[in-house]
């Protein structure tokens, strides 16, 4: 370990998580690995979710694709996002299945496959989103174009959830007119699915071959903090290590501005993290970290490589000490989602803002 501040993730946890999700909804798991697997490590993720049986792999974007197919990954993956055609020709050698979203620009599409290749495609359906698909009326008429293109093969049939998290007669709409795609289509493909993380926890629909969640395999809710998801195991520890302890006086202050002055005597841990580091600097003089299985505040600003906590005059605190900000110490625990309702944002925000610059341990 060069530097004492990383990241711990658990893949006990994410294997369990995994295959909850398949249970709940009864199918499959496409599992969602986007944004380097939601902070966690894509290439970690992926060997995990083969050996857990996961059906594919979901990502956002080619360079995440053909990132994962360097490092070995042999599982099917799908690319969700919108592609150039430029992008096509590489995933179609590697085997990677794209997302049509739209007629206007198919024909560019299969002009980039390479001759002797034939590209795996999903078909989105925009069911009411409203960000990217065909409409539902016109989606059996570019399914049977793409069934009629020989360089295509028409591989799977999705679309997307916008309120599953918090409006569920609304995503039940959304199934509904997805429903009638999957009827009226001439010819079913392999794979249908819809239901994303918050889909599988709180919604059915059993007319579909697989599930693609994300957020619940790491162990995070989609539905925030005040609604955690029951069962699922937190995947990630952010961890360090005092490198520094200072004997406070009243009167003394911490950090940039001297935004926090001490009061009364006391003690800071400065941990060597920052908001270069993910840890969003908002949390200054809001957050909370743990040390010992107690909860100590963090005081003063957040700087780009480092964070003070502030402890009382008379903790035994050394440098080396262990600090817990993100995960579990005995019976306290502090998850990314409470750090996202400091900060006013989503856990999502937090797990996938977390830096390069922390190395992985793993258990």
Same mark, same amino acid.
């Given at each position: 370990?060069?530097?004492?501040?990383?990241?711990?993730?658990?893949?006990?946890?994410?294997?369990?998580?995994?295959?909850?999700?398949?249970?709940?909804?009864?199918?499959?798991? =496409?599992?969602?690995?986007?944004?380097?697997? !939601?902070?966690?490590?894509?290439?970690?993720?992926?060997? %995990?979710?083969?050996? +857990?049986? +996961?059906?594919?792999?979901?990502?956002?974007?080619?360079?995440?694709? %053909?990132?994962?197919?360097?490092?070995? /990954?042999?599982?099917?993956?799908?690319?969700? @996002?919108?592609?150039?055609?430029?992008?096509?020709?590489?995933?179609?050698?590697? &085997?990677? +299945?794209?997302? =049509?979203?739209?007629? *206007?620009?198919?024909?560019?599409? /299969?002009?980039?496959?390479?001759?002797?290749?034939?590209?795996?495609? $999903?078909?989105?359906?925009?069911? @009411?989103? $409203?960000?990217?698909?065909?409409?539902? &009326?016109?989606?059996?008429?570019?399914?049977?174009?793409?069934?009629?293109?020989?360089?295509?093969?028409?591989?799977?049939?999705?679309?997307?959830?916008?309120?599953?998290?918090?409006?569920?007669?609304?995503?039940?709409?959304?199934?509904?007119?997805?429903r009638q795609v999957v009827t009226n289509i001439a010819?079913?493909?392999?794979?249908?699915?819809?239901?994303?993380?918050?889909?599988?926890?709180?919604?059915?629909?059993?007319?579909?071959?697989?599930?693609?969640?994300?957020?619940?395999?790491?162990?995070?809710?989609?539905?925030?903090?005040?609604?955690?998801?029951?069962?699922?195991?937190?995947?990630?520890?952010?961890?360090?290590?005092?490198?520094?302890?200072?004997?406070?006086?009243?009167?003394?202050?911490?950090? !940039?501005?001297?935004?926090?002055? *001490?009061?009364?005597?006391?003690?800071?841990?400065?941990?060597?993290?920052?908001? +270069?580091?993910? !840890?969003?600097?908002?949390?200054?003089?809001?957050?909370?970290?743990?040390?010992?299985?107690?909860? !100590?505040?963090?005081?003063?600003?957040?700087?780009?490589?480092? %964070?003070? /906590?502030?402890?009382?005059? &008379?903790c035994p605190v050394a440098v080396g000490d262990l600090?817990?900000?993100?995960?579990?110490?005995?019976?306290?625990?502090?998850?990314?989602?409470?750090?996202?309702?400091?900060?006013?944002? =989503?856990?999502? &925000?937090?797990?996938?803002? %977390?830096?390069?610059?922390?190395?992985?341990?793993?258990?």
């Open positions: 370990m060069k530097r004492w501040a990383w990241l711990e993730r658990d893949a006990a946890a994410f294997t369990a998580n995994l295959q909850q999700m398949g249970a709940r909804g009864g199918r499959g798991v =496409i599992a969602v690995l986007k944004a380097n697997a !939601y902070g966690h490590g894509a290439t970690w993720a992926a060997r %995990l979710a083969e050996r +857990a049986g +996961a059906v594919a792999i979901a990502v956002a974007t080619a360079d995440e694709a %053909l990132a994962l197919r360097t490092h070995g /990954v042999l599982l099917p993956i799908l690319v969700l @996002g919108a592609l150039p055609p430029d992008a096509v020709s590489d995933l179609a050698r590697a &085997d990677v +299945a794209v997302t =049509i979203h739209q007629a *206007a620009g198919l024909s560019d599409l /299969v002009s980039a496959v390479p001759a002797d290749a034939r590209l795996a495609v $999903h078909l989105m359906v925009d069911t @009411g989103m $409203h960000r990217l698909g065909v409409s539902p &009326d016109q989606a059996p008429a570019v399914a049977a174009r793409i069934e009629g293109e020989s360089r295509l093969r028409l591989e799977g049939l999705y679309t997307h959830l916008a309120t599953a998290d918090s409006d569920q007669p609304a995503a039940a709409a959304q199934l509904t007119r997805f010819k079913r493909p392999p794979m249908v699915h819809a239901l994303n993380s918050a889909g599988v926890l709180r919604l059915s629909f059993p007319e579909a071959d697989l599930v693609r969640p994300g957020i619940a395999l790491y162990g995070l809710s989609p539905f925030g903090q005040a609604h955690p998801a029951q069962g699922l195991k937190p995947v990630l520890r952010l961890l360090a290590r005092a490198v520094q302890v200072h004997r406070l006086k009243p009167g003394d202050g911490v950090g !940039y501005g001297f935004s926090y002055v *001490a009061a009364q005597p006391m003690q800071v841990a400065v941990l060597p993290l920052g908001y +270069a580091d993910g !840890y969003p600097r908002q949390l200054g003089g809001q957050a909370q970290v743990l040390w010992r299985s107690q909860r !100590y505040p963090v005081v003063g600003r957040v700087s780009m490589d480092m %964070l003070a /906590v502030g402890l009382p005059a &008379d600090f817990t900000l993100i995960g579990q110490d005995g019976r306290e625990q502090i998850f990314a989602d409470e750090l996202a309702a400091l900060a006013a944002t =989503i856990g999502y &925000d937090v797990v996938c803002g %977390l830096s390069q610059r922390l190395e992985f341990s793993d258990r």
